[in-house]
């Protein structure tokens, strides 16, 4: 479902809408101009930029927002173009969704290589974020399967780029993968899929106690299962718990196990989060409460057993627009990569802050990410250990929190993440993101976000 939530049409007869990201920091209005047709593209970039494209809304702060201002909607071109049964080399419009991807051919034997933690996004916005999945260290980020990519620019040029075309075109396909959707309008995808034996993987939770427990577990977990990911307790400090989970894909269950009413409640859509309460659900009261509760209940439910794909990629997809749940004002995502070599201890330094600040959120997630370095010039997911934390938003205290972990951050020489981000100082940015320079050589001039207008300066 999107973040739109009205819609009237204003005066110039373009439909404005009132449109929030999905940290629901802002709600304000924006001219949405739909583009159903490869062929209708050009015309319309002409006639409508300034602007940027929109996806599912699924970013968490600015990167697909533009208030006051022009948002190119691609989310009705989503038809799947075609199929090569031979190489798994699928064509798509933009707005296909992984769901419908997943969904259509999980059963055929074929998955997405590379699937974020939810499957309401965009392939051009999977794209546009180079999104990563928890299966960074064998499969890489998702622009590592993407073929080809056909981009329309605001002055009407159409270009055709991928990843083994010489030199030029290979510039234009680095840049907008995670190109942040400045380089030009996304038409028409092909992405390579991955074979795999039907929806279903045996997955593994294991508790662990401690942070080197955490990375000991990780690493021997990497040599024999695909997917890895934990979640940790983020209220205890120096990390003393979490829970690891790994799974590998299976065959049709080994023993014959339905899906779960959790994870076809998913599929079909399954319960929404009602309303924003007035307050947000998660504080300094409920967090301790709620962390101790999922780890206990992870504990005891911890072993092994055959599961289908949705409730292990996607558990937050079970409860639609669950970002209400952080109430009117919304919420922030910090998510980082650190390198590996200071891990351990920059990872300990960031639980203490955020401890000591009793801020914080049910969602705390830790991963290692593979020892590659991704396709894309800006990128985000590169050799090192993720850390991904939500903070309801309580104002002036969240900011001056996230800027202490900035700090720790800069001083171990990580980056954050730009789909997830809303705040990041431009020396951040600029530090983290070392092939800056070579990626404004691409930006279309007559594509602008808050985002670009914030860490780019137009
Ligand atoms: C519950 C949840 C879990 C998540 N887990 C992960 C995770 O595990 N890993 C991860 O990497 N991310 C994760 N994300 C982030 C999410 O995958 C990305 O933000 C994704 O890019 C959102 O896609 P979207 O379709 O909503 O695009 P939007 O958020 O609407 O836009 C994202 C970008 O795509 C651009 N764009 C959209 N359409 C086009 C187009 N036609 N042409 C050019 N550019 C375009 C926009 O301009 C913008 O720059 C998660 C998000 C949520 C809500």
């Known amino acids: 479902m999107s973040q739109v939530s009205s819609s009237r049409v204003s005066s110039s007869s373009v439909p ?100 974020p933690g939810t499957e309401i996004v965009t392939v051009a916005g999977a794209i546009a974020n180079d999104v990563h999945g928890k299966n960074h260290a064998t499969m890489g980020t998702f622009a590592d399967h993407v073929v080809s990519i056909t981009l329309v620019r605001t002055d009407g040029e159409v270009i055709v780029c991928g990843p083994g075309d010489e030199p030029e075109s290979r510039g234009w396909f680095e840049a907008t993968c995670g190109g942040l959707g400045l380089t030009g309008l996304i038409v028409q995808a092909s992405i390579r899929l991955k074979r795999v034996p039907g929806p279903w993987l045996l997955a593994e939770d294991i508790p662990y106690q401690s942070l080197p427990e955490f990375f000991e577990l990780s690493d021997s977990s990497e040599q024999s299962f695909e997917h890895v990911v934990s979640w940790i307790d983020i209220t205890t400090g120096g990390g003393r718990r979490g829970i690891l989970s790994r799974a590998n894909p299976v065959p049709s269950p080994h023993r014959e196990v339905p899906p779960s009413a959790t994870s076809l409640g998913a599929a079909k859509g399954g319960i929404t989060f009602p309303v924003v309460p007035p307050l947000s659900l998660v504080n300094s009261l409920t967090l301790p409460l709620l962390n101790r509760a999922y780890y206990r209940l992870k504990r005891t439910r911890a072993g092994s057993k055959v599961v289908h794909y949705k409730p292990f990629f996607y558990p937050l997809d079970a409860v639609e627009e669950w970002n209400r749940a952080y109430g009117p004002r919304g919420f922030y995502q910090y998510q980082c990569v650190l390198p590996r070599a200071t891990g351990l201890e920059s990872v300990r330094q960031i639980l ?107």
């Open 352 to 458: 203490a802050i955020v401890a000591r600040s009793g801020q914080g959120s049910f969602l705390g997630v830790l991963k290692t990410l593979g020892d590659r370095e991704p396709i894309g010039m800006l990128s985000f997911a590169r050799p090192g250990v993720n850390l991904t934390i939500d903070f309801p938003n309580l104002g002036a205290s969240t900011l001056a929190l996230l800027s202490s972990l900035d700090a720790v951050v800069t001083e171990h020489g990580g980056r954050l993440y730009l789909a997830k981000d809303a705040r990041m100082p431009v020396a951040l940015f600029e530090a983290g993101y070392p092939r800056l320079a070579e990626f404004t050589e691409y930006r279309d001039p007559g594509i602008s976000s808050e985002m670009s207008r914030r860490l780019l300066g137009s």
């Open 16 to 115: 404005s809408s009132r449109v929030s990201s999905w940290g629901r920091l802002s709600d304000a209005e924006h001219s949405v101009v739909p583009i159903t047709s490869a062929d209708a593209a050009p015309a319309i970039l002409q006639a409508s930029a300034p602007g940027i494209a929109r996806g599912m809304e699924r970013s968490y702060g600015d990167v697909a927002l533009n208030a006051g201002g022009t948002l190119w909607d691609t989310r009705s071109m989503n038809r799947l173009l075609a199929f090569d049964d031979a190489t798994g080399i699928l064509t798509v419009e933009p707005g296909v969704l992984l769901r419908d991807i997943q969904a259509t051919f999980s059963r055929q034997g074929w998955m997405l290589a590379v699937t």
